[in-house]
């Protein structure tokens, strides 16, 4: 079915910005105010990474990283209100979040034949329900029709903090670099999205800007829970 059928049907908000940008706090908050699913489209990538890591591929082997995507089963679901992830029936839980991961994710998610695989796997998920997707290139790539896009964005300085305080290594400029050079889909702003930089500014404060704009743009209130 054509997105922009689909898109009659269920709404997408689309929340695109660069790691420790804030985008996964407010996307949570965000989808649980307005009763949406939340799907993080980074723990697709996350958990292809991870099965790529755990074969013993090296992730910047293109060629070694296309065959395993070719042998492997990836799932994304839905189980009660969160969106699920396994590969070949296995879900990764806190192996995604690893300084391993972290290394390698960039690389394979720069691969065409990857991000094609999972961008379909992405869109499905309007068929299920109206969305809130966080990623890098949702509002440019996978849903650009979409009235409802927002660019989430904080100084290196304040991203570095919050990945520290969680306990995390995380070489953010390297991933920034890479994410945002590559040359498929690379992490942009799209000119129709909405940008906040939330460097000083609390989760409930973004949310509050967010819910804003949304209402202006013609969200139906009456649909939250
Ligand atoms: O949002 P995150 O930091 O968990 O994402 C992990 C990596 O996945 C990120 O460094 C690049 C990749 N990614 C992507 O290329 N496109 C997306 N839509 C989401 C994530």
């Not at 269920?10 to 804030?22: L, T, Y």
């Not at 304040?158 to 690379?186: C, F, M, Y």
């Not at 909405?194 to 013609?218: F, Q, R």
């Amino acid at each position: 079915m054509p997105s922009d059928m689909t898109l009659e049907k269920h709404r997408v908000i689309a929340i695109d910005g660069p790691a420790a940008s804030g985008k996964s706090s407010v996307s949570e908050k965000l989808s649980d105010h307005l009763g949406f699913l939340h799907v993080n489209s980074g723990i697709m990538y996350r958990a292809f990474a991870w099965s790529v890591l755990r074969s013993g591929i090296h992730a910047g082997d293109a060629r070694a990283v296309v065959e395993h995507l070719h042998e492997i089963q990836m799932h994304c679901g839905v189980s009660g209100d969160k969106a699920t992830v396994t590969v070949d029936g296995v879900d990764p839980g806190s192996e995604l979040k690893s300084s391993e991961v972290n290394a390698g994710v960039s690389a394979v998610s720069q691969v065409l034949e990857v991000r094609e695989v999972l961008v379909a796997k992405q869109r499905e998920y309007l068929n299920v329900a109206d969305i809130v997707m966080e990623g890098r290139d949702i509002g440019s790539v996978v849903f650009p029709e979409t009235p409802y896009k927002f660019f989430i964005d904080a100084s290196i300085e304040v991203r570095a903090q919050r990945r520290s305080k969680e306990g995390i290594i995380d070489d953010l400029a390297a991933r920034d670099a890479i994410d945002s050079n590559r040359v498929v889909s690379p992490l942009v702003a799209s000119d129709d999205a909405v940008v906040i930089d939330t460097s000083d500014m609390t989760i409930e404060e973004v949310l509050v800007e967010i819910l804003d704009h949304l209402y202006h743009k013609g969200l139906n209130q009456l649909d939250e829970k």
